[in-house]
RNA sequence: GGGCCGGUAGCUCAGUGGUAGAGCACCUGACUUUUAAUCAGAGGGUCGCGGGUUCGAUCCCCGCCCGGCUCACCA
């Protein structure tokens, strides 16, 4: 390791302990408490003046005032000062304290809770021990670590220092809770399937590709897990989901990220109705799980998820926002016409189907912030949906859009297994036209199908956008641990 | 991939065609109720990388790398 400056003055401090006998990082810690539980007892443990020991890292800057000292100590469940008086913890370690510990030391702290003149809860500290000697300095004490890049590479400091960012990972993970317990009670079996696939499917995407070395055989990281859940409805259960991560090989931008974490569930005798409500139950809770109400504030915006959802066919909204009527306007040239003649700018695209999703993107989208489900997808963008009975072009489907984003996917599901079929011999043409993202057939779905899947609704929901919008964080990267970042030079 | 902005001390940032700056942090000393502790002093730089112009480049020019925002792509 080559050390900086900094980083050097902390390994001499590390070796000037060992010399002295002191083990930097010793094996095994004590206490006797957390620190959020002795703040919680603090009266009676302070009154009784009961020995307690706690332990956490070092922060903020240690104020040493020749025979008296004061420090904070964070273990992650609370931070609590520390009062030390040479006279009470003795020569040898209030002058370790002073001149071999630094900032971000994490110690093991003997004392008795006492409140300072000023008021503060602290422990006053008989003894102590080193845990973890540092080597890296903390980063400016007021203006913190906030460079973005640095704060998402070298995450573990990123919350170290900035609590909040523990705040939204806590929130992160009390919204799952929440989503599974919906899942749960609703009769859904939580499953767990491929991320290695040897076909890919379930979502118009370019995957990631790898290679099983053994095998000989070429496989994909799962872009889906639809096609995965939906045999297990074939087989019987009567709802399935999976929360995972899918891939997908595509752009970066603050609303995608490489991998991303999807919930995916299916309900046996349900449809894209039975879904809708389950949206609205889902992110009722999730809601609340991060928010303690069922609003949450995004960008300035109070955005509701307690009533029921507005909900408009897609044709409506884009008639109502675009003022082109896609149903009258019904193949691509007629479509492209009427674009032009409104005097609407939209990037031209190579079919109906996704001329209409351009100009819904451009014109409807944006506009979507409160909860919303737009409904009757083109039959074209919807490879797996089933259709609308009396109206063939379009399918029983819905997309959940909340801040202009769209966070769930649903629809009834399609289980007529020539229909299905067909849309992958379709898809199969678009992908040989130059469509990379164009489904792909799966024969054994094929045939899972012919065995009968009964009328099914299924949903996707978007984990990480959903986190963006109830943590009120307008980047992807965000929510998610460890976002992918462009690798370093050497 | 395009456009705009940026990369200077551990961190947050200023700055200039002529020996590189501040605050915080760090180091030394003083200090028994601090909490942005205070006071005195010292140290710390490949100015993203490579090339060019110039007597001289951190600054100007070209290329590249990395990042942020944005557009495109991507539901």
Known sequence: MELNELQSQRAAKLERLRTNGIEPYPTRAQRTHTIATALAAFDQLADATVPIILTGRVVGARRIMGKIAFAH?????????????????????????????????????????????????????????????????????????????????????????????????????????????VLDTQGFLEVETPVLQPLYGGAAARPFTTYHNTLGQNLYLRI??????????VGGFPGVYEIGKNFRNEGVDRSHNPEFTMMECY???????????????????????????????????????????????????????????IVAANDLASLQQAITAAGLHVEPKTTWGKQVDELFSAYVQPHLVQPTFITEYPVELSPLAKRIPDRPAFTERFEAFAVGMEIGNAFTELNDPFDQEQRFLDQGRDFAAGDEEAHQMDVDFLNALMYGMPPTGGLGMGIDRILMVLTDRPNIREVILFPHMRQREA
Not at 152 to 176: G, K, P
């Open 73 to 181: 100590i964070d273990d992650g469940t609370a931070t609590i000062q520390l009062w030390l008086s040479r006279a009470e913890v003795g020569d040898d370690w209030f002058q370790r304290f002073r001149d071999d510990l630094d900032t971000f030391d994490i110690v093991e702290v003997h004392g008795t809770l006492r409140r300072t003149k000023a008021g503060e809860a602290s422990l006053f500290v008989t003894a102590m021990h080193l845990l973890t000697k540092t080597i890296n300095p903390p980063p400016e004490k007021w203006a913190g670590l906030s460079d973005v890049e640095e704060r998402h590479r070298q995450r573990y400091l990123d919350l170290i220092v900035n609590h909040d960012v523990r705040e939204v990972f806590r929130a992160r993970a009390a919204a799952i809770t929440a989503m599974r317990h």
């Open 224 to 233: 889906a897990t639809e096609l995965y859940l939906k045999r297990l409805i």
């Open 267 to 325: 309900q046996a005798y349900g449809d894209y109705t039975t879904m809708m409500r389950l949206v609205e139950d889902l992110m009722r809770a999730m809601c609340q799980a991060v928010n303690g109400a069922t609003s949450a504030t995004y960008q300035g915006q109070s955005i509701d998820f307690g009533p029921a959802w507005h909900c408009l066919p897609m044709a409506q909204a884009i008639s109502a926002r675009a003022g082109i009527d």
